[in-house]
Structures are given as C-alpha cells and as structure tokens.
C-alpha cells in the first residue's frame, strides 16, 4: 500500500544539476540491504557526506533552508542510469513527496509512481523560474503541488498546470496496488496465455 | 494491413489489454533475475501470499554483488552474502531456476541470456536491471524494470506500460578498423545526448548495423539506455539465426525450423514510419573516449578536453566545469597521453569472447607485452563461459603473461558492488558503460572505450589511439 497523494503544500529544496543519476542518488554501497527500508540516511551520500563522513556544507540539500523540504526542485534527466528502486526508496524516506523537473528518466519516473513520489513534469522556463523565485526567497519557498487538479502554485503569483496520464494519478491519487488492480484482469492474462498456444509454431512470441 | 515497424510487430502481439487509462498490459515471455533487485520483490510477494505466476519463464543469476576472485572460501562480505544467500532461497521457494557462484553457467545476466539461447527474437524479456536492452540485439523487445515492476511481472507475468515512441537510428557506412561497435554507440550518443531517446525504444537500422556481429550487435543495443532509451532493438536476420542454433535453451528440430520462418517476419516494412530519426556514418567514427562524467560526454580519442566556455547554455557550462573538475582535467588536453592508473576489461557492454579476443589480439600484436609499471589492470570475463572458451583459446594466459588478472565471472568493477572499485583520484580506462561519478569507487575517474583501446592503454600506461600506436609498438620493436 503506498501512501496516497492528493495535494501538499510544502518546502522546496533547490538542486540546480542535469543529469542526476542514480548513482549519486543512492551509491551502489548501500545497495546490499534486502529490504526497501534504511536508504533515506545515504540519499545522495557521496555529495553529502565529505570522504571523513562529516556533512558537505556545500551541499544544496545540507543548507540550513533546506532542512525539512518535501518537494525538490531540479533540472532535467532526473534519476538518469540505473533501474534502482532503491534511489525513489531513498528519496520518500529522506522526506520527499514530489519532485519538480522539466523531464525524467523512463524507469525512474515509473517507480517515483509506484512508490507515491510524484515526478512532476513543467516546462524548462517554469522550473527556471522556481529556481529564481526559491533563490529570492533565501532558500524559505513554499509551493503546492495538486495532484487531482494537477497544478503548481505558490499563492504569491505562480500558477501553472502539468498533466500525468490517469492511469499513473489514479495510483498515486488514490494509493493504489498496482498488483491487485493487474490481478483484476487475470481472466484476460489467462485467456491471453491460451491464445498463444495456438498461434503459428506453438507458443510463438508474437 | 499497414505497416508496422518492428517494434510495433512485437508490442502487438503481446497486449494482453489496453487499459482505459493509458497504458497496455504487457505479457513477459522471459523475466531475468539478479540478486541486488529482487529481493524486496521476492519479499512483499510472500507477505501478499503471491505465487510467481510462471516460474518456468523466469530465470535468475548472481553477478553484481559477486566475488570475482577466489570462489573457494566464504564470501567475505558478510551483507553481500546475505543478498546472495536470499535469491538461492527466494528461488528455492518460488520454484525459479537459478545459476548460482557454483554454475558453470552463471554470469552477468545479460551475457548469459544470449549465451544460453533464452534470448530470443520477437520476445518481451524484463529484468530489474537498465542494461537489459542488450537482449534487443536479437529483436526482443527488452527493458530494465524497477523493483515494484518485477514483484508486477512476478505476480503476473505482466508489465503496464505505455506505448513508448520509436526513434530509428541509422548507421550507414563501414567502420574504419580499429573501430568497434562501442565507438559506434558511443559517438552515437555524443550525438543525440543522454536523454536523445528518452520515451522512445531505438531500432537501429543501416549497412554498419547489418555488418555487425551478434556480439557486437549487444554491445550498441546495451548502452540504449544511456541514450535514454529504455529499449534499443536490432532486427534479427542470418546472423541472428546462426547465433542462436544449436543454443541449450533456443528451439530445436522442427521447432526451430517454424521458429525461424516466423523469425524472419520480425522487420520493419517498407514504408512504416518512426516518431524520430537520426542518422550517423559510421565510416567517419574514430575511436571514443569519455572525459567527463556522462556517457555524452566524449570525444573521439584525436581529440581534446572541452572548455566549458565552448558549450551553449548556463546549466551545460556548469556541467561540464563541474565534470572536469571531478576529472581532474583542464580544457585543451589532448585525450591522448593522459596516464592511467587502472584498466577495467569487463561488464555487459564488453565482456563477451570477441572483447576478449579483441583485447588479447592487441596485447598479441604489440611488442610492449607488459601492463605498464603502476597500472594494475583487471580481465573479468562476462560469464564463466566466456571465461572457459576463453582459456581453451589461451586467452587467459595472454593476459595473465602480460600482467592482466584475470577472475572470475561477474560486474564487478562495472559497478563496484563488490572489492573491485576504484581508490580516489584513480583513472581508470574502462570497456564498462558508466562514467558517473563514483561509478567505480568514490572519486574514482572513468574514461570509457572499447576493448582493444583499454588494452592499448593498459600497455602503453596512458590512453593512446590503438589504430596509431600499435602499429608504432610493432614497428619500433620495442620488447
Ligand atoms: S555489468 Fe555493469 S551495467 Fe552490466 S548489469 Fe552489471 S552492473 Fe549493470
């Protein structure tokens, strides 16, 4: 069961980088854990922790502002690489509920949806004008992300829509198990299995 | 009925429903499995009290989290061998097939399908893993899943997809010797960029295409995903066909005679269109080199670091300053030259016989038959069966004389899940597919290229252009 998403109002951290992968989301060290807990402490490790293990101060997401952020502001590509899972695990436990982006990575954009972190897709001037706007605030920027009405604002001005395909907002709206939902259609899944037994060549693939 | 590129044919033909709210319900006829993804899918499927729907179509490994040296004790670190120890009893329980550190057959995953013939034309192949575009080498459809994806596909033998875009991409011409299918992708997606193909699947078309062997074939289709793409597909065709005869898991007799006639459909007719195209001749590709911390940025091995100053926008400029400031590298160096440290020949893009045999070849050829003093450089064969053919053709034995170690099966230094990483401020010369930062070990620095240039540079102690150097080793004498 994940966790529902319907609308949040809440703090922006800013990560002004292209192309981050997985790698730096969740380095391969930490990958060894068999369960989908105990990520959120290594959530970008390398870049927040220096060699010694003391915190970067350099950092975007260690600056004082950005502490207790739930949604994340970056630039395209997001979550590039690796299939990990692990990186959207990371990412929910650290505090995350939703990232802003003009555009993300295939595989990592569909497990954010499985895992009730909502990848939010706007154009390259609209993130460029968070990034002013969470600036010119010192870091202290607020915004809602609306899911069912699938808008951005931030009551001081910036509005703007978004769109995800229904299939992808109903899970996320409503929490729900994409299994049971499939399981829904076994009938079909069954049928579909039979229908291939008799196709040219016995079993064929297509 | 209209025509249909090859993508199309196979997604078609697997739709076990659309589904009202956008995407298709998408039947898997072959789900790999390795130990670094799966077990929080193995995990909820229990606590659910799910079955795997169809065991006998799903097949797992051990390889990222893998000891590459000295299989005989305990495997010293004590959480990888949990995860380990956690597939053998997932498997067990599940009733999947696996091939475990003790197989003859175990591998990397996609090294091993092919190898064993489980990969075949016109399937939909799944497996928790973005490499697993390499299998559309054969004209599957073929895309790494998330881990909520593979307890789906367990549970179900399904996947929910929507239909992605199709970009062809097409490689004209004949490659220069000394240039390999990797210098083909790579400059490929120096091209288009990391995010060229994003939502779409590439089908890669074109005489260079053609000419390719199965092997190298992988190779392009492998690195799909650092184009974006999560599939890349190659249409099969003789050469296909003979890969796979004779194959333990590919049909056989009679079976193989109508799988083949069926086979031979898998192409994309005259006249379908593709949403995108790109076109690159392949007769103008140079060897490649990465010098930044992305697979797009590289550069032929002729050529020099950038300046961030050369680049377009704000967010480039301060990429790529941020990449060479990682790299340790200033603007204007020429690529040829740079000392390395370390050589990794290995992973899913290049660890199959022929990198093997490329490498070994120039190893072979040039008078220099020593690793140079300071770099330590690793052979990790992609399966225990290469790794077997390899030591029937002496391959090992080139490499070991030369100062090569050579190890078991497994990612490896790919990733660094295991011993195999790379120190700070290491350069290191890689067949892999990913130069991120930390790739390879924290602060270590990737430069990615083929087989025989990896071997070049292990030799020489530096990156050199192997179509001039080799031939100055050879002509020089130098022992
Ligand atoms: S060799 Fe590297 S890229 Fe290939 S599956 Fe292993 S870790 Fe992934």
Redesign the interface.
């Known amino acids: 069961m994940i966790e529902p998403f319907v609308r949040l109002t809440g703090k922006l951290a800013a990560l002004?980088?292209?192309?981050v992968?997985t790698?730096?989301i969740i380095?391969?060290?930490f990958?060894?854990?068999?369960?989908?807990t105990g990520f959120g402490p290594a959530l970008f490790h390398?870049w927040r922790f220096r060699?010694d293990g003391t915190p970067n101060p350099d950092f975007e997401l260690n600056a004082p502002a950005a502490q207790g952020a739930s949604l994340l502001l970056t630039?395209?590509?997001f979550g590039?690489?690796?299939?990990?899972?692990?990186a959207?695990w990371a990412l929910r436990e650290y505090g995350f509920r939703a990232i802003l982006a003009p555009?993300f990575?295939?595989?990592f954009f569909?497990?954010c949806c499985?895992?009730g972190l909502v990848p939010v897709r706007l154009l390259p001037q609209e993130i460029g004008e968070l990034f002013r706007r969470h600036r010119a605030a010192g870091g202290e920027y607020h915004l809602t992300v609306d899911l069912e009405e699938q808008r951005v604002e931030d009551g001081l001005g910036f509005r703007t829509a978004f769109t995800m395909?229904?299939?992808?907002r109903?899970m996320l709206l409503r929490g729900l198990d994409?299994?049971g939902r499939?399981?829904l259609?076994?009938e079909?899944?069954g049928a579909?299995?039979r229908s291939?037994e008799t196709r040219?060549?016995?079993g064929?693939?297509? | 009925m209209t025509a249909r590129t090859l993508f199309a044919?196979?997604w078609?033909?697997?739709v076990?429903?659309e589904?009202p709210?956008?995407?298709a319900?998408l039947?898997v006829?072959l789900h790999l499995v390795h130990e670094?993804?799966s077990?929080?899918a193995f995990?909820?499927l229990r606590q659910?009290g799910?079955r795997v729907?169809r065991p006998e179509l799903t097949v797992a490994t051990v390889d990222?989290?893998v000891p590459t040296g000295d299989r005989r004790g305990p495997i010293a670190?004590a959480?990888?061998a949990?995860?380990l120890d956690?597939l053998a009893s997932n498997a067990a329980e599940f009733g999947v097939e696996l091939f475990d550190l003790q197989s003859p057959q175990q591998g990397i995953v996609h090294v091993i399908g092919p190898e064993l013939g489980l990969t075949?034309p016109?399937?939909?192949i799944v497996c928790?893993?973005?490499h697993t575009a390499t299998h559309g080498a054969f004209g599957a459809l073929a895309l790494?899943?998330?881990?909520?994806?593979v307890?789906?596909v367990l549970?179900?033998?399904?996947l929910?997809w929507?239909r992605?875009g199709t970009m062809e991409a097409r490689l004209t011409g004949t490659p220069a010797p000394g240039v390999t299918a990797k210098d083909l992708i790579l400059a490929l997606i120096g091209r288009i960029g990391?995010?060229g193909a994003?939502?779409h699947v590439i089908e890669y078309t074109g005489e260079a295409i053609r000419g390719l062997s199965m092997e190298e074939r992988m190779t392009v289709c492998n690195m799909s995903?650092e184009a974006?793409a999560?599939a890349g597909m190659i249409a099969p065709d003789e050469t296909t066909f003979a890969y796979l005869a004779g194959r333990p898991r590919a049909p056989a007799g009679a079976?193989w005679d109508?799988?083949v006639?069926?086979w031979r459909e898998?192409r994309t007719d005259p006249g379908a269109t593709y949403d995108k195209q790109v076109e690159l001749d392949a007769s103008t590709v140079a060897p490649q080199v990465t010098w930044g911390t992305?697979p797009g940025m590289v550069t032929p091995v002729t050529g020099r670091v950038p300046d961030p100053g050369d680049f377009a926008t704000d967010?480039?400029r301060?990429?790529v300053a941020?990449a060479l400031e990682y790299m340790g590298l200033t603007p204007g160096t020429p690529l040829e030259g740079l000392p390395i440290d370390r050589v990794f020949l290995g992973s899913c893009t290049n660890a199959r016989i022929e990198d093997l045999r490329a490498a070994a070849r120039v190893v072979r050829e040039t008078g220099r038959r020593h690793v140079a003093r300071g770099v330590r450089a690793m052979v990790v064969p992609g399966s225990q069966q290469v790794k077997a053919q390899a030591e029937r053709e002496g391959l090992d034995r080139v490499f070991s004389e030369a100062g090569f170690e050579w190890r078991n099966a497994g990612c490896s230094m790919c990733?660094?899940?295991n011993a195999d990483v790379l120190q700070?401020g290491e350069r290191c010369a890689s067949t892999s597919n990913?130069n991120?930062?930390?790739?390879q070990g924290?602060?270590g620095r990737t430069h990615l290229m083929s087989p025989p240039m990896a071997a070049a540079a292990a030799l020489a102690g530096r990156i050199v252009d192997v179509r001039t150097w080799a031939g100055e080793e050879r002509g020089g004498g130098a022992a």
Not at chain 1, 31 to 36: C, G
Not at chain 1, 80 to 86: A, D, F, K, L, V
Not at chain 2, 144 to 149: A, P, R
Request: hydrophobic share 30%; aromatic share 4%.
């Open positions: 002004p980088r292209a192309n992968d790698d730096q380095p391969k060290q990958l060894k854990r068999v369960e989908r390398d060699a630039w395209e590509n590039c690489g690796s299939s990990r899972e692990h959207v555009s990575a295939d595989i569909a497990n499985q895992n395909e229904r299939y992808r109903d994409v299994i499939t399981l259609l076994e079909r899944i579909y299995e291939r040219p060549g016995n064929e693939t297509w | 044919k196979v078609d033909g697997h076990v429903a589904l709210e956008g995407p319900l039947y006829d670094v993804t077990p929080q995990e909820s659910a799910r729907r990222h989290n670190d959480i990888s949990r995860q956690a075949q016109g399937m939909v928790g893993d973005s790494g899943i998330g881990t909520s994806e307890e789906h549970a179900t033998q399904c929910v929507s992605p990391t995010a994003t939502g995903i974006g999560r079976a109508r799988a006639a069926r898998l992305s967010a480039e301060s990429a941020r990733l660094g899940m700070s990913r991120f930062e930390g790739r924290r602060g």
